[in-house]
Nanobody, 125 residues
């Protein structure tokens, strides 16, 4: 079992930056796929960025490439999402997710077993 604790989020003007963080506990020394998904009410959950905590390989959704960066901190299985050049369309509830690594990490939310509570990101134009 893995528990996820998120922090960060909030409100910012378009063009600004925010950083989200997510710390895994429980079976947190295993190699994980960890990352962020976002969702608007009534819409499907969208993959934003994920990282393989063993090799630090990363994957990004097309809408955030070049603006967002996911990284792992000094503490194993703690990841950060640096969000730059934020746009109004980045407004959503952001969820941290994790899954035990099985050779590949994908941006498909169905692959992830463990989820955080979510943190709201609001970008005003």
């Amino acid at each position: 079992q893995v528990q996820l604790m998120e922090s960060g989020g909030g409100s910012v003007q378009a063009g600004g930056s925010l950083t989200l963080s997510c710390a895994a506990s429980g079976d947190s020394y295993a190699t994980l796929c960890m990352g962020w998904f976002r969702q608007l009410p009534g819409e499907e959950r969208e993959g934003v960025a994920v990282i393989d905590t063993g090799e630090d390989d990363t994957w990004y959704g097309d809408s955030v490439k070049g603006r967002f960066a996911i990284s792992q901190g000094n503490v194993r299985n703690t990841v950060y999402l640096q969000m730059n050049s934020l746009k109004a369309e980045d407004t959503a509830m952001y969820y941290c997710a994790a899954a035990f690594y099985e050779g590949n990490c994908r941006l498909n939310p169905a692959d992830y077993e463990f989820w955080g509570q979510g943190t709201q990101v609001t970008v005003s134009s």
